[in-house]
C-alpha cells in the first residue's frame, strides 16, 4: 500500500510522503488563495475544483482550511460560516443543506495516546516524521452544525441533526437530534412540536 493508501484506510502512515506532501501543500495553497479573494469573485468556486472538492452549490463564506480538500464530498445547497477547518485525512462527506456556524472544525486525524508510540522520531535517512492515523466523519443531510463545534475522527452525524454551539463530538449522533455539550450527548428528538407552525411568536 502506498501511504496515500494507509492513511485512507485509517492504517498508520508516514505524513512526510512525499505525495502526501505535496497533496497538502498544494491545498494549503489554494485555501490561501481562495481566503484572499472577496466572496463574489467567481473565481472562488474554480479553486474548490482545484482543490478536488466534491460540491453542487456548496458556499463557503471563508476562510476556509483543508489538509487535502480532495478527500471531502460535499452536498447540495450546504453553507459554512467563517473559520471552516477540514483536516480531511480520512474520507469527509458533508451531505446536502447542512449548516455550518463560525468557527466549526472537522478532524479526521488521531494521533496514539501513549507519548512513546506519539513523539515524533527519524527514519532511516534522517527525516522527522511520527505516526498517526485517521477515521472518516460523515454527516447527513440537513444538519446545523452551530459556531464552536468540533467533530472527531470516526463520527457520523444523522440526517436532520441540530449539534449546539460549543460541542465536541466524540461518538455518533442518530437522526432527528439535538444534541450538545463537552462531549457532545443527545438531548432531545427533534419532533414536529418544534415547527415553526406552532410557534407565530417567532413571527
Given amino acids: 500500500m502506498t501511504e496515500k493508501e494507509k492513511m485512507l484506510a485509517g492504517k498508520i502512515y508516514d505524513p512526510t510522503d512525499a505525495e502526501l506532501v505535496f497533496l497538502r501543500q498544494r491545498a494549503h495553497r489554494l485555501c490561501l488563495e481562495y481566503n484572499s479573494l472577496p466572496e463574489t469573485d467567481e473565481r472562488r468556486p474554480e479553486i474548490l475544483r482545484e482543490l478536488g472538492i466534491i460540491c453542487d452549490s456548496a458556499v463557503f463564506q471563508g476562510p476556509v482550511q483543508f489538509d487535502y480538500g ?8 450546504t453553507f459554512a460560516n467563517f473559520n471552516f477547518t477540514c483536516l480531511d485525512c480520512c474520507p469527509v462527506a458533508i451531505g446536502e ?5 463560525p468557527n466549526v472544525s472537522i478532524l479526521t486525524p488521531i494521533h496514539p495516546l501513549r507519548w512513546q508510540d506519539r513523539n515524533v522520531y527519524l527514519k ?14 460523515t454527516i447527513g443531510n440537513n444538519c446545523w452544525i452551530a ?12 440526517e436532520g441533526s441540530v449539534i449546539g454551539a460549543g ?16 462531549p457532545c450527548r443527545v438531548i432531545r428528538r427533534i419532533t414536529q412540536d418544534d415547527s415553526l ?3 407565530p411568536e417567532l413571527f
Fill in 70 to 77: 480532495c478527500f471531502t464530498t460535499i452536498g447540495a445547497n
Fill in 97 to 101: 443543506n447542512v449548516f455550518f456556524g
Fill in 124 to 137: 532511516s535517512d534522517g527525516t522527522a516524521t511520527d505516526r498517526e492515523y485517521a477515521r472518516p466523519i
Fill in 147 to 158: 459556531g464552536n463545534v468540533t467533530i472527531c475522527g470516526g463520527v457520523t452525524i444523522g
Fill in 167 to 182: 460541542s465536541v463530538v466524540t461518538r455518533d449522533i442518530p437522526p432527528n437530534s439535538l444534541a450538545a455539550g463537552v
Fill in 197 to 199: 407552525e406552532i410557534h
